[in-house]
């Protein structure tokens, strides 16, 4: 098993453009989260979806769209960059709202 | 609003010295727990958790905590740490109204040889 998969890994953008990450699991889970880490911030939950077709907003969503399409995939939208977006950007996926989240490795964005 | 707080932001321990990092949360009902490490450059990865039981949890990599209810509690605990422990620890809360799990701000760890 792969566990949980993100696209790109870097990525360097100018401010006003737009991008789409992607997360992919293959665990079967029905929730799957977004989350940007930020020096002495801790992980901030962006946008989550409890299953296939749904989303919902994080504690700091402005600025970024979700789309959960199929289960497996969790694509996380910018639609014009700003520099307050230059962060690390994690994927998790979870059986359930209170069991253990899987993580992928991490999308390092930077807006110039 | 829940909260979940790690006072120490920063430690620096020599290997061979004990670890204890703090975690208190807001939350009075019933709380699953969580403690995750953050190695440089990696993803987060779970230490321990805790859900119902007995209160003192072991993990992998020799760690342990331990759920003290009247405190708020779930302190991480490792008896003798060694350089490759060097890493970013987070706590993590699952309880209440929000339905979603709330993560602490992180103690970054450096262990000196």
């Known amino acids: 098993n792969a566990g949980v998969t993100q696209t790109p890994k870097f990525r360097v953008l100018k401010t006003g453009q737009s991008m789409t990450l992607l997360c992919a699991q293959d665990?079967?889970?029905?929730?799957m989260y977004w989350y940007r880490q930020d020096p002495g911030m801790g992980l901030r939950l962006i946008h989550y979806?409890?299953?296939?077709?749904?989303?919902a907003k994080g504690e700091v969503p402005d600025g970024y769209n979700v789309s959960r399409l199929k289960k497996q995939n969790f694509l996380l939208g910018l639609e014009s960059a700003a520099p307050s977006q230059t962060s690390v950007y994690f994927c998790?996926?979870?059986?359930?709202?209170?069991?253990?989240?899987?993580f992928g490795p991490g999308t390092r964005l930077t807006v110039l | 609003a829940q909260s979940v707080s790690q006072h120490n932001h920063h430690v620096i321990l020599s290997e061979a010295a004990s670890l204890e990092l703090g975690c208190n949360y807001s939350?009075?009902?019933?709380?699953?727990l969580f403690w995750y490490v953050q190695y440089p450059g990696q993803h987060l990865q779970l230490l321990l958790k805790?859900?119902?039981?007995?209160?003192l949890v072991k993990g992998i990599k020799g760690f342990e905590a331990e759920f003290i209810k009247s405190k708020f509690s779930f302190n991480l605990r490792k008896p003798s740490v060694q350089w490759s422990d060097t890493a970013e620890y987070f706590c993590?809360?699952?309880?209440?109204?929000?339905?979603?799990?709330?993560f602490g701000t992180g103690t970054l760890l450096a262990v000196q040889p």
């Open positions: 805790y859900f119902s039981g007995d209160p």
């Open positions: 665990m079967n889970h029905e929730y």
């Open positions: 979806s409890v299953g296939e077709g749904t989303t």
């Open positions: 939350y009075g009902g019933t709380v699953n």
């Open positions: 993590a809360v699952y309880g209440g109204a929000t339905n979603k799990l709330i």
């Open positions: 998790a996926s979870s059986l359930s709202a209170y069991n253990e989240q899987f």
